[in-house]
């Protein structure tokens, strides 16, 4: 059974800082693309930003030159630095990790306040 744990979400003021962990357990194999998703209330789920095999990255307008994704493949973990957070920001955040399968994790609350 493949399972996906994300950590580091919380309340944080505007223009604050916090940084989303995922760690994945169980027989995964051969992860291509790991990405974090989210959803506020309300609205659909949404790509916040996703890394590749070869260390590609994609990122939504909204997030891009104030989140960082990276990985480390040795541990199985996908990380989000999220910087200058907006009261937009929050959201539930969702981990995903692609191989065979997709995986999703149960999700993680960030909460901005203004």
């Known amino acids: 059974q493949v399972q996906l744990v994300e950590s580091g979400g919380g309340l944080v003021q505007a223009g604050g800082s916090l940084r989303l962990s995922c760690a994945a357990s169980?027989?995964?194999?051969?992860?291509?693309?790991m990405g974090w998703f989210r959803q506020a209330p309300g609205k659909q789920r949404e790509l916040v930003a996703i890394?590749?095999?070869?260390?590609?990255?994609v990122y939504a307008d909204s997030v891009r030159g104030r989140f960082t994704i990276s990985r480390d493949n040795a541990k199985n973990t996908v990380s989000l630095q999220m910087n200058s957070l907006k009261p937009e920001d929050t959201a539930v955040y969702y981990c995903?990790?692609?191989?065979?399968?997709?995986?999703w994790g149960q999700g993680t609350q960030v909460t901005v306040s203004s």
């Open positions: 995903r990790m692609t191989g065979r399968n997709n995986y």
């Open positions: 890394i590749g095999s070869a260390g590609n990255t």
């Open positions: 169980g027989s995964i194999f051969s992860i291509n693309a």
